[in-house]
């Protein structure tokens, strides 16, 4: 599993909310300068975030975007899994996949399952808050 620029993105952007919530809308003309990203790439991963409630925006003046819910309650995990979708290993892990005839016999799924469930409990396990807690790591930008 990598994640690809739209799932890195998409934290910087959160990050940057949770850094920013004070109830207020956050113009994301101001997001995109800080985060030296496009605004336009900031535009389309946004309405992801927006379907599944992590985000709200309003349009026109002192319009921006906010988050729903605190930093402390929205996870790395959902954040990934809105922008990335499913994260699974492989795809006889992915939610929906039919089910692998050699699955019985499958030296190998035992690994992915517990690979996949490590991911997930340690994604679960970090919030926006824990993020934003932590010290910039000498101007490092993923």
Known sequence: MMISTRGRYALRVMIDLAEHYNGGYVPLK?????????????????????????VEGQHGRGGGYRL????????????L???????????????????CARAPECRTLPLWQGF????????????????IGLPAADNYVI
């Open 30 to 54: 101001d997001v995109a300068e800080r985060q030296e990203l496009s605004l336009k790439y900031i535009e389309r991963i946004l309405p992801e975030l927006t379907r599944g409630g992590c």
């Open 116 to 131: 996949y469930e490590l991911t997930e409990r340690y994604f679960r396990g970090v919030t926006l808050a824990d993020l």
């Open 68 to 79: 729903c819910r605190s930093p402390e309650d929205t996870t790395v995990w959902e954040i």
């Open 81 to 99: 899994c809105l922008t990335e979708g499913d994260l699974a290993p492989v795809t006889c892990l992915e939610s929906g996949a039919r089910p």
